[in-house]
């Protein structure tokens, strides 16, 4: 029996990321935790500020490896805001999804992406190439974002 969560269900760190993020310590499972629990993606750099927040020691390198960690494992997907900062977000099952990231308020919605990963895969095969890898991001304004920003011009006039 396959140990997937139900869609939407968030669970804390078990046994299965263990191995994931290298040598089992108290700070990496604080760093884990706070990850599963958060909303959206989220950058070592605010994930660490908000374990600071809560009265957590983690220091922000061990914040940065263990995200690393999940990322290079498969359990934590990665998307580049506008300025080049990597954000993380928690895979709870190793299904890879794909998102659409708002530059503005940070919504992400997840997206059909079985065409890009077919896409991929039949490049590796015909190329001969070995370990192929891929990244493809998706970002833009929401629609509420920008009929903020329509508000905001039509206010200004």
Known sequence: MADHPAPGHRRGPGRGHRALIGRAT???????G????????????????????EGSSVGLSTVYRTLTALAEAGRADIFRDTNGERLFRHRPG?????YLVCT?????????????EQWAARI???SGFADVRHAVELSGRCPDCCRKEERAQTQER
Do not use: I, M, N
Request: charged share 25%.
């Open 26 to 32: 108290q700070r990496r499972a604080v760093a884990l």
């Open 34 to 53: 706070a990850l599963v629990v958060a909303e959206g993606f989220v950058s070592a750099q605010a994930l660490h500020k908000r374990l600071v927040a």
């Open 94 to 98: 190793p299904d890879h999804r794909r």
């Open 104 to 116: 503005e308020c940070g919504l992400s919605l997840p997206v059909e992406s079985d065409p890009v």
């Open 124 to 126: 590796a095969r015909t």
